[in-house]
T-cell receptor, first 116, second 113 residues
Framework: DTEVTQTPKHLVMGMTNKKSLKCEQH?????MYWYKQKAKKPPELMFV???????INESVPSRFSPECPNSSLLNLHLHALQPEDSALYLC???????????????FGEGSRLTVL | AQSVTQLGSHVSVSEGALVLLRCNYSSSVPPYLFWYVQYPNQGLQLLLKYTSAATLVKGINGFEAEFKKSETSFHLTKPSAHMSDAAEYFCAVRKTSGSRLTFGEGTQLTVNP
């Protein structure tokens, strides 16, 4: 059983749609992450939130908009996506010690996004 | 600069044979090292981690890895492969506390009956 929960598991959207991916963790972690993973490739870091503040943005296009409403929740808002944005989107969490990201990442099962 | 290299994008073994997946890192200081497994259409699951407490690290599902500073390696092994071990395996490194996690390119393990 994973302690990082992502919804939905599958999402199909058109290029003009607006949708959101959601992530929830109950491990008391204060860092949460969004990764994008294409087939047969390692996960690519998109965003990191530490104590609900955006700490890392890997030059992700503005059609991806992250939001961290509280320490347990992380959203990724999607708008005007392109077919090449189709991928598995992974949420993860980790501990923060004295302001530093530490330890392993705990991943959710992912949301499989298809953009038509 | 590449921080972690996984040698062999595909490894194929017979059921019951030894599994050896290679990982080399580049770091001037002892890093934090991790092995993750990913089954099809699932997230990444932590197999084991090295955090300097012991050089031989035992993980879940019978896997273990040995940190060798002289070789800058952290190879993953399992004495006897099971069909259920077929998956993608990622080595990852965090160079220092606070730095981001860097993943290797991954190794696809196939287990033949």
């Amino acid at each position: 059983d994973t302690e990082v929960t992502q919804t939905p598991k599958h999402l199909v959207m058109g290029m003009t749609n607006k949708k959101s991916l959601k992530c929830e963790q109950h491990m008391g972690h204060r860092a949460m992450y969004w990764y994008k993973q294409k087939a047969k490739k390692p996960p690519e870091l998109m965003f990191v939130y530490s104590y609900e503040k955006l700490s890392i943005n890997e030059s992700v296009p503005s059609r991806f908009s992250p939001e961290c409403p509280n320490s347990s929740l992380l959203n990724l808002h999607l708008h005007a996506l392109q077919p090449e944005d189709s991928a598995l989107y992974l949420c993860a969490s980790s501990q923060v010690v004295r302001g530093n990201l530490v330890g392993e990442l705990f991943f959710g099962e992912g949301s499989r996004l298809t953009v038509l | 600069a590449q921080s972690v290299t996984q040698l062999g994008s595909h490894v194929s073994v017979s059921e019951g044979a030894l599994v050896l997946l290679r990982c080399n890192y580049s770091s001037s200081v002892p890093p934090y090292l991790f092995w993750y497994v990913q089954y099809p259409n699932q997230g990444l699951q932590l197999l084991l981690k090295y955090t300097s407490a012991a050089t031989l690290v035992k993980g879940i599902n019978g896997f273990e890895a040995e940190f060798k500073k002289s070789e800058t390696s952290f190879h993953l092994t399992k004495p006897s492969a099971h069909m259920s071990d077929a998956a993608e395996y990622f080595c990852a490194v965090r160079k220092t506390s606070g730095s981001r996690l860097t993943f290797g390119e991954g190794t696809q393990l196939t287990v033949n009956p």
